[in-house]
């Protein structure tokens, strides 16, 4: 039982998302906050249906991509495919009761779950770009990455979603809830734009 949490096996180890969903080349890692509680369904777990996911991140992200014309297909084949991955700044499966509490410490960059998020250094080493989804995310990349200052932002304000900063390969956004879902399209339609700039996936935007 791992220490941290108390499961055997973190859900990115249990699904192999190295060995099955990392993209030849990683055009962009996107990094979001924890996979749920015990009984959620995981970021990498293939639906039965697409259309009908309840994994909110999840369907928001592929058929905004999609809708982008980003990915190929709005499934996780044309999600790996075409250059993407998707982690958490937390991989233990975690209560809401205790996100919550760690969501509020991100804040001011005292989430102790962030302190040491060394399994996100070699991914965002090798990504192009890397798409920060909320406070426990920009917590954590702020602690491993000297380039992403702690600053306090609003990142459910202007100039969010957007690049951190001038040039910068770090888009930040809100992480996708059932509370903010219909908002998902237009912070896709924001990441293209951040995406055709930069030239990341060259005649796909």
């Given at each position: 039982m791992l220490a941290c949490c108390g499961v055997t096996l973190h859900p990115w180890n249990r699904y192999e998302v190295e060995r099955q969903w990392l993209p030849g080349s990683l055009r962009c890692l996107i990094i979001g906050e924890n996979p749920g509680d015990t009984d959620s369904q995981y970021f990498y777990t293939v639906p039965q249906s697409y259309d009908r996911d309840r994994v909110v991140v999840r369907r928001c992200l592929l058929?905004?991509?999609?809708?982008?014309?980003?990915?190929?297909?709005?499934?996780?084949?044309?999600?790996?495919?075409?250059?993407?991955?998707?982690?958490?700044?937390?991989?233990?499966?975690?209560?809401?009761?205790?996100?919550?509490?760690?969501?509020?410490?991100?804040?001011?960059?005292?989430?102790?779950?962030?302190e040491n998020p060394t399994h996100l250094l070699s991914l965002m080493s090798h990504a192009t770009a890397v798409w920060v989804m909320g406070h426990i995310a920009s917590n954590a990349v702020a602690n491993v990455c000297g380039a992403f200052s702690k600053k306090q932002r609003r990142i459910s304000k202007h100039p969010y979603p957007g690049e951190l900063e001038?040039?910068?390969?770090?888009?930040?956004?809100?992480?996708?809830?059932?509370?903010?879902?219909?908002?998902?399209?237009?912070?896709?339609?924001?990441?293209?734009?951040?995406?055709?700039?930069?030239?990341?996936f060259g005649d796909a935007v």
């Open positions: 058929h905004g991509l999609y809708d982008q014309k980003l990915i190929r297909e709005a499934t996780l084949e044309g999600f790996r495919d075409a250059g993407f991955l998707f982690d958490h700044a937390i991989r233990c499966p975690l209560s809401q009761a205790v996100v919550k509490a760690e969501h509020r410490a991100a804040r001011r960059y005292a989430s102790s779950r962030v001038a040039d910068s390969r770090f888009f930040l956004s809100e992480y996708f809830t059932r509370w903010n879902q219909n908002d998902s399209v237009q912070i896709c339609r924001a990441f293209a734009q951040f995406a055709r700039v930069r030239g990341i």
